[in-house]
């Protein structure tokens, strides 16, 4: 499974809204479950959400709790991250990942359960 991660790379304002998209390859991507993880300079990698094999359940790191949304496009093998209300603390490159999942419903939290990773895409936020 291939991960290209987008949609960063620029500088947003806090309070403002950010879309990233992770494209799969389509081999097995229905099969998969996904998530979103960040790590900012000098700072340990950080769980920010994931998404179940049939979009059902999601989860979602405390601090990002109530201001972002995972989505997924089964359709276009695409899994998406709406960041909204952004705070200089959301500053991190951010990566997507992925495991095969058996269950449809499984949400996978833990960095070291996810088999597949992405390039990371950067996210500025200004203050």
């Known amino acids: 499974v291939q991960l290209q991660a987008s949609g960063g790379g620029g500088l947003v304002q806090a309070g403002g809204s950010l879309s990233l998209s992770c494209a799969a390859s389509?081999?097995?991507?229905?099969?998969?479950?996904y998530g979103w993880f960040r790590q900012a300079p000098g700072k340990e990698r950080e769980f920010v959400a994931a998404i179940s094999r049939n979009g059902y359940n999601t989860h979602y790191g405390d601090s990002v709790k109530g201001r972002f949304t995972i989505s997924r496009n089964n359709a276009k093998n695409t899994v998406a991250l709406i960041m909204n209300s952004l705070k200089s603390e959301d500053t991190a490159e951010y990566y997507c990942?992925?495991?095969?999942?058996?269950?449809?419903?499984?949400?996978?939290?833990?960095?070291?359960?996810?088999?597949?990773w992405g390039q990371g895409t950067l996210v500025t936020v200004s203050s």
């Open positions: 990942a992925s495991v095969y999942a058996r269950r449809m419903e499984t949400v996978q939290v833990t960095a070291n359960e996810y088999q597949y």
């Open positions: 389509k081999r097995n991507f229905n099969q998969h479950a």
